[in-house]
């Protein structure tokens, strides 16, 4: 698959303004982002991702390592590159409050050098799809925060780029609003054709709506793979198991030793045993432990994981896999 | 074409915002009214009676460029330090056209939109004092423009500054001293002052305005020095912009307020 944006050995360090110390923000991070794709970059709070961004988006001077965006690089040719990129980076924050909508659109497309006549018809379809049409002449500070939010997502849609970013693009919205902006961004990912890359705390939405996900930790990439990959390979290795009642001393003592991922929830008639395996084959193992004292196990379940758990492990370093290929 | 797209963007989005606070835009339309005023009476209880005319006269003028300056050199600080807190610094950052060009465009807004104003003030100004002056516009133009253009490049590093420091309101307020201080400075006082930005040009302004000296009469000396006022502060300004964006990018404020 062809990549559209590659970034590689990215690094950036700023000197703390009181003590001068030396922070390293973002160590050597490398990534590439494929056509089409909508992509999740995600990190703990302070870890890197926003001067990523900002780097991408041209904002911020890395101090070494290198950006392409469709062939271009983003320093020696910023202006071109800039192109091809588009960013809603402060959500409602990025528009003209005192503008209507349709100002607002005009305005932006004006300073990419576009005409009003030019973008008109764009315009008119956008409003339509983004569901702002009967808001067309409503002053900005008017509207609600998930119309400021979609909104703005359309005004980087206007500029034609051919990868848009945003920052925390469902932050502060209601959950009917959040769930809007999620099939607006498949919607724009896949009929539009433009790669999507998203930066958010809201796990439920990069689980929902991205395809792959960067994890940066303390300024590196910790993690490069699909999200389907992710929730697959967390996903058979957690197992709730019912049991038919209490455990001995001696078995919760080896199953501690053996399972230290896992947790005991004694009941004198209905015991619960949750526990995440590192191999599959250590089920085996298990079953033999229950076995000693012949505790009868009334139910396996397949734990359900979600990717805030997944993020956490992998953000705590609880759980390593192997980085996948980015295509 | 890019370029007239964005300056039509721009202009359009400065006409739009004083139409749309219009009761803000009569404000301070009679705020620098009232300031003249203020000067008039001034020169009416305390001025040499023998010199009176000629003293309202200069001032009118004087006092016209100083609204320009504040418009050209001063709003577009408040602009960006606006844009900064408001989160939209950050869009017109990532503009392909470039950020320089926006500001000049945005420079170029004001004076267009605001010389209505500025029009209005004058007549205003002309009409309660009674004093008329001579509006040679085919003299005025040229000298009007390069003079334009040393604002521009003042304008630019007021620009740069507010990327950089964010926080210039209270270097925005004493600028507006001295751009006065710039502005109604005789030249005759001090003839070295010619270099600096707009004194010269409000100087020949006045030559024309006030003793109806024409395009022929200006002499080859006198449009050199605003010709080279103009490339040299336009220059200066545009470098010192471009470096602060250089820098802010280096040090990641472009985003930061």
Same mark, same amino acid.
């Given at each position: ?19 001068? *110390? ?5 160590? +050597?991070? %490398? ?6 794709? #909508?992509? !999740? @970059? =995600? ?62 659109? *005009? ?5 990419? +050098?576009? %005409? ?6 764009? #315009?008119? !379809? @956008? =409003? ?71 930066? %958010? ?127 | ?257």
């Amino acid at each position: 698959m062809e990549s559209i944006i590659e970034v590689h050995n990215l690094k950036k360090s700023y000197k703390k303004r009181k003590t001068k *110390e030396e922070i390293h923000a973002v160590k +050597g991070i %490398s990534f590439s982002v494929n056509r089409g794709e #909508i992509l !999740g @970059l =995600l990190e703990p709070n302070g870890a890197g991702k926003s001067t990523t961004i900002k780097m991408i988006c041209g904002l911020v001077k890395p101090d070494s390592g290198r950006i392409i965006i469709k062939g271009l690089d983003n320093h020696e040719k910023r202006l071109k590159a800039l192109r091809h990129i588009s960013a809603v980076l402060e959500g409602n924050r990025n528009l003209y409050w005192r503008l209507t909508v349709r100002e607002n659109m *005009e305005y932006f497309a004006g300073n990419r +050098g576009f %005409s009003r006549k030019e973008v008109s018809e764009q #315009i008119d !379809g @956008l =409003l339509a799809e983004f569901h702002l049409k009967d808001k067309e002449y409503e002053l900005v500070n008017r509207l609600s925060r998930g119309m400021q939010q979609k909104l703005a997502i359309a005004v980087a849609m206007l500029a034609d780029s051919d990868v848009i970013l945003l920052d925390e693009p469902t932050l502060g919205l209601d959950v009917e609003t959040s769930y809007e902006v999620r099939e607006l961004l498949q919607h724009v990912a896949h009929d539009h054709h433009r790669t999507i890359i998203i930066s %958010s705390h809201d796990m439920d939405v990069i689980q929902d709506i991205c395809e792959r996900t960067v994890i940066i930790n303390n300024g590196s990439v910790v993690t490069d793979d699909r999200v389907e990959n992710l929730l697959k390979l967390f996903e058979v290795r957690a197992y709730s198991l019912t049991l038919g009642g209490l455990l001995t001393d001696q078995q919760q003592q080896i199953l501690q030793q053996k399972f230290p991922l896992s947790q005991y929830i004694p009941d004198t008639y209905q015991s619960t045993f949750e526990v995440e395996l590192e191999k599959s084959e250590e089920i085996y193992e298990l079953f033999d432990i229950f076995k000693i004292e012949s505790t009868p196990v009334e139910a396996i379940d397949r734990k359900t994981v979600d990717f805030e758990q997944i993020f956490m492990k992998i953000v705590k370093g609880e759980a390593k896999h192997e980085m996948a290929p980015s295509s | 074409m890019r370029w007239l797209h964005l300056l039509k963007a721009n202009t359009r989005k400065e006409y739009i915002e004083l139409k749309r606070y219009l009761p803000n835009t009569i404000a301070m339309l009679l705020t620098f009214y009232i300031i003249f005023l203020a000067m008039f009476a001034g020169i009416q209880v305390i001025g040499d009676p023998s010199t009176q005319d000629m003293n309202v006269q200069f001032v009118i003028v004087n006092y016209i460029f100083w609204y320009l300056a504040m418009v050209v050199v001063q709003d577009i600080g408040w602009q960006i330090t606006n844009e900064a807190t408001q989160g939209t610094l950050e869009q017109l950052s990532m503009s392909p056209m470039g950020v320089w060009k926006i500001i000049l465009t945005r420079l170029l807004a004001l004076v267009l939109v605001h010389f209505l104003i500025v029009v209005v003030l004058l007549y205003l100004s002309m009409l309660t004092t009674g004093q008329w002056l001579n509006i040679d516009v085919l003299t005025l133009l040229p000298i009007l423009v390069l003079t334009l253009i040393s604002m521009f490049g003042l304008g630019f590093i007021i620009a740069g500054m507010s990327i950089i420091f964010k926080q210039v309101q209270a270097f925005l307020q004493i600028l507006q001293f001295i751009l006065a201080g710039l502005v109604f400075v005789p030249l005759s006082v001090a003839p070295f002052l010619a270099f600096l930005p707009i004194v010269k040009g409000v100087d020949l302004v006045r030559s024309v305005m006030i003793d109806g000296i024409i395009l022929t009469g200006i002499g080859f000396g006198d449009y050199m020095i605003i010709l080279f006022n103009a490339i040299f502060y336009f220059v200066i300004g545009l470098v010192f912009f471009l470096n602060c964006e250089r820098m802010a990018m280096k040090k990641g404020l472009l985003a930061h307020y």
